[in-house]
């Protein structure tokens, strides 16, 4: 079964651009979560889809939006990029919502650099 | 609210020494999930182990062992006999089952050195 997928895995933009990333979960997964990893805030969650609704959402600005589509693949949108948003993003997928059965699985990530 | 505590930031062993690393959760539900993952330096989170509140067994996977004990909420992690591909950051994380959303420690560095 192939894992967690993300697509780039580098990018460079310039402050003030807007960066679209992409995320294919394990096949039948329905749940995509996103993380953000820097070095000062260590792992933080960024936001949770699940059958194409957000169902959770952690405290980033509104800059940060994703959507999920049918097939269960997700992106996530940064807006009016800032140097701070440098950081590698992670996408994990888990087949439920939580529960007892509850895992996830995280992509190789997608490293991006603001300049 | 959920909070990870790995105290420990660094640590650096001699190839087959036996290593601990320790995790110390803070959580107000009685329903949770403590998750260890590995992170290597190509970046991916490498799922290790996941433990369920109700179940305080300790685990046992050939070099790897995990010490739950609620009665100080902790979750500590042992590899024995060392191996320099061991050498990684590992994070432990908690899950409260509502959702998907993982409460990530700061993470350990273990170098194994030859």
């Known amino acids: 079964k192939a894992g967690v997928t993300q697509t780039p895995r580098y990018l460079i933009k310039t402050r003030g651009q807007q960066v679209t990333l992409s995320c294919s979960p394990i096949s039948g997964h329905r749940s995509v979560s996103w993380y953000q990893q820097t070095p000062g805030q260590g792992l933080q969650f960024l936001f949770e889809?699940?059958?194409?609704?957000?169902?959770n959402k952690g405290n980033f600005p509104g800059r940060f939006s994703g959507r999920q589509f049918s097939n269960s693949r997700s992106e996530m949108n940064v807006s009016t990029l800032e140097l701070g948003d440098s950081a590698l993003y992670l996408c994990?997928?888990?087949?439920?919502?939580?529960?007892?059965?509850?895992?996830?699985?995280f992509g190789p990530g997608t490293r991006l650099t603001v300049t | 609210a959920q909070k990870v505590t790995q105290a420990q930031t660094e640590i650096s062993v001699v190839e087959k020494e036996d290593v601990t690393l320790d995790c110390v959760y803070e959580?107000?539900?009685?329903?949770?999930?403590l998750f260890w993952y590995k992170q290597p330096p190509s970046g991916e989170l490498v799922f290790l182990i996941r433990?369920?509140?109700?179940?305080?067994q300790n685990e046992i996977s050939g070099r790897y062992s995990w010490n739950f004990q609620k009665s100080t909420s902790s979750f500590n992690f042992t590899i024995t006999a060392s191996q320099v591909v061991d050498s990684a950051v590992y994070f432990c994380?908690?899950?409260?089952?509502?959702?998907?959303?993982?409460?990530f420690g700061k993470g350990i560095t273990l170098s194994v050195r030859p």
């Open positions: 433990r369920n509140s109700f179940d305080e």
């Open positions: 994990a997928s888990s087949p439920t919502l939580g529960g007892t059965s509850y895992e996830q699985y």
């Open positions: 959580t107000r539900d009685t329903t949770y999930y």
């Open positions: 889809y699940f059958s194409e609704t957000q169902r």
């Open positions: 994380a908690l899950n409260t089952g509502a959702n998907s959303k993982l409460t």
